[in-house]
């Protein structure tokens, strides 16, 4: 079965730092990747997603993540931390069941927790 | 992007009630979706809702206790119905546009 894997629970970083969150993927053909933010209290926000094509993609709010699939990972990057970044990230892979229907599955999170 | 809102944005219920909750979206969409985040977990899909026909339930997900409407392109309900506490949760609308899937900002029911 399809299935996404964030092996970080929780994740604590000091602001200014750099941030990867890991994700890994089970899929047998090429997935559709994507990483939301859920900040406290409040909904999802789309940061990026990849489809195809170039396999480094740029997000909002200084994100990016890179695609790599002899690995099946979908890592999330950030240069430097704000103390504004400290939320719960979700990745989430689109699996495609056949006949014109298809899911988003998500992995279980990562909480991220920024020191000033 | 698709803008979603949902009404009401959070709700305390007595157990045994149900509770309606909407999503109305900015543009007609075909494809809408309800999930549910239980405290401290991650998203699990309850039902997908497509414009004239049934929703379609995920494993462990009844009409009875979810029933959708779902009477245009732009608008949704779910019914959390009989309500218990282990329905405590944030209930969240989906639309996909695009090759994106976009969220709404949620319902978060707590049921005592």
Redesign the interface.
Known sequence: AQSVTQPDIHITVSEGASLELRCNYSYGATP?L?W?VQSP??????LL?Y?SGDTLVQGIKGFEAEFKRSQSSFNLRKPSVHWSDAAEY?CAV?TYSGAG?Y??T????TKLSVIP | SAVISQKPSRDICQRGTSLTIQCQVDSQVTMMFWYRQQPGQSLTLIATANQGSEATYESGFVIDKFPISRPNLTFSTLTVSNMSPEDSSIYLCSVVEGETQYFGPGTRLLVL
Do not use: D, I, R
């Open positions: 559709y994507f939301y209290g409040q909904g999802l926000q789309l997603k489809f979700f689109v229907s899911q988003l998500f992995g279980k999170g």
